[in-house]
């Protein structure tokens, strides 16, 4: 379902926090919103054929505040430091540990909540500063990687290669040109 449309992943862990953001987009067809989330909780063949071992299954107690986390997490998109990180980890502790193999700080949640193990990798990539490359396309909301040298992609893609993609740039762009190139009155 999410994974069908990874064109831009993220490296290591963090794409399973930039797939699980993805559970809610804006549909092409329709343009309202899709929230995904529920459909791959209720199956955790589902749920492990998206995200690795390490982001485990919500149960259906965890599902409404895994939920308000996607969503908060999305408004932090795109900065150094989320702000409101905080306050999520005031609800669901994250601890750090020293990796000896790669000398190396890593955080992980106590317990093993689906919410904690999201957070876990979400401290780890603002530390990294892979956080900040984490972005929304402003036409589908898809979240991707931005890989260029200066943070500046804006959408998702230019070209929509394949029926799942959409071609977000392009149209934005097109959009734009066939607004310069109308009369003014």
Request: net charge positive; with cysteine.
């Amino acid at each position: 379902m999410v994974k069908e449309y990874a064109r831009n992943p993220a490296p290591g862990l963090l794409d399973d926090v930039r797939t699980f953001l993805n559970t809610r987009t804006i549909s092409h067809d329709t343009r309202g919103p899709v929230d995904d989330l529920t459909d791959i909780a209720s199956s955790s063949q589902q749920w492990h054929a998206e995200f690795s071992d390490v982001v485990s299954c919500p149960t259906g107690d965890e599902l409404p505040g895994v939920r308000a986390l996607r969503d908060g997490i999305r408004r932090e998109l795109g900065g150094h430091h989320p702000p409101g990180l905080q306050d999520w980890l005031d609800m669901y502790p994250v601890e750090a540990y020293f990796d000896a193999d790669t000398a190396t700080i890593r955080h992980r949640a106590r317990g093993n909540t689906c919410a904690g193990n999201v957070l876990a990798i979400v401290v780890d990539a603002v530390s990294d500063g892979q956080w900040r490359r984490l972005r929304a396309c402003p036409g589908c909301e898809r979240v991707f990687y931005d890989r260029s040298p200066n943070l500046s992609r804006v959408w998702c893609g230019m070209y929509a290669n394949g029926p799942a993609g959409r071609a977000c740039g392009t149209i934005a762009k097109v959009a734009a040109h066939r607004a310069r190139q109308r009369p003014i009155r």
